[in-house]
């Protein structure tokens, strides 16, 4: 669902887009402690993990526009096989955008698209 909305609305191939967002996902999962929220065995609600996701993403977005040098523009480049450092940026910023902006007006359909990547 993600990967169509973001080809849809950013111009991308959408399965350059489901890398995109894959490797986004996977980045939150390994550098900001997101795995802890969908581990087993712990006591988080869905309403602790949408508040985690919202805030990560926004951490992530800092306020601003990403630049090519950010661990997370590197990461998308690197996993989802792009070679340009500008479209890399770019996909990376309008996935962020519309993840963020689902964060806080789908946080179901946030919280199934990493709970689903999670495996759980």
Known sequence: MFSSMLSQRGGIEQSIAGSVINAIMGHMMQQGGMGNLFSGGNNY???????????????????????????????????????????ATQYTQQALEMMNEHANNNPQGIHSLFSNFMGG
């Open 45 to 87: 609600s869905d309403d602790d993990r949408i508040g985690g996701i919202q805030s990560h993403l926004s951490n992530l977005m800092g306020g601003g526009q990403l630049q090519q040098d950010h661990p997370l523009v590197q990461y998308v480049q690197q996993n989802a096989g792009i070679q340009d450092p500008q479209q």
